[in-house]
Structure formats: structure tokens, C-alpha cells
Nanobody, 125 residues
Framework: QVELEESGGGSVQAGDSLSLSCTASGRTIELAAMGWFRQSPGKEREFVAAIPKFGEMTYYGDSVKGRFTIAKDNTNNMVFLYMDNLRPEDTAVYYC??????????????????WGQGIQVTVSS
């Protein structure tokens, strides 16, 4: 079993930056990739970004490309999401996710086995 815990988040103004962190604990040895998804009221869960445990590949959803950056710290089983130039439409609950699969370019939620509780990000105009 793997547990994921998000931190960071909060309320910011449009154009501001914010970062999220996620720490994995438990059987982290089975993890091959971690990612971020988000969900706002009335909408489906949306892929944000993913990064394999090994290698330099990163994957992003179209709506965040060029503004968000995903990074990892394998030593501490952590993944980060750096969000720049935030927009009101970025407002959502952000979820950390972890997968046993290494390469997840399609951003499908079904490919992730473990999920965090979620953390709120609110961007005001």
C-alpha cells in the first residue's frame, strides 16, 4: 500500500505563482511514476502533469503547458508541481497520483493506482 499526502496550495491572485508538494510513503518501491490531476465543481477530473520515476520525460495537459512544471525528488519520494501565471480557471482541487506504470503520456486517471486526498487551489481574478 502507498499513501500520498499533498501540501501547499491556497488562495492567490491571477498571475501569481504557487507550488504543490506530494510525499509518498509505504511501499514506494512499486511506484514507477507520479502525477497531478485536478477537478473543479461540475467538471471531470483533468490530467495536469506526470513524471516517471526514472528518466527525464515529463507530460503535461494542454491547458497547463508552458505554465506548470513537474519535478521529482526520488530520494525523498516526493513530486512537486510549480504553477506560474495562474488563471482563475486553474481553480480546482489538485490531486497527487502514483502509478506502477512508468510512461503515461495519455494522462488517463485509470492508469494511476494511488491517490492523495486532494488540496484546494483558488485563483482570484
Amino acid at each position: 500500500q502507498v499513501e500520498l499526502e499533498e501540501s501547499g496550495g491556497g488562495s492567490v491572485q491571477a498571475g501569481d505563482s504557487l507550488s504543490l508538494s506530494c510525499t509518498a510513503s509505504g511501499r514506494t518501491i512499486e511506484l514507477a511514476a507520479m502525477g497531478w490531476f485536478r477537478q473543479s465543481p461540475g467538471k471531470e477530473r483533468e490530467f495536469v502533469a506526470a513524471i516517471p520515476k526514472f528518466g527525464e520525460m515529463t507530460y503535461y495537459g494542454d491547458s497547463v503547458k508552458g505554465r506548470f512544471t513537474i519535478a521529482k525528488d526520488n530520494t525523498n519520494n516526493m513530486v512537486f508541481l510549480y504553477m506560474d501565471n495562474l488563471r482563475p480557471e486553474d481553480t480546482a482541487v489538485y490531486y497527487c497520483a502514483a502509478s506502477r506504470k512508468a510512461h503515461l503520456p495519455r494522462g488517463l486517471a485509470d492508469e494511476y493506482k494511488y491517490w492523495g486526498q486532494g488540496i484546494q487551489v483558488t485563483v482570484s481574478s
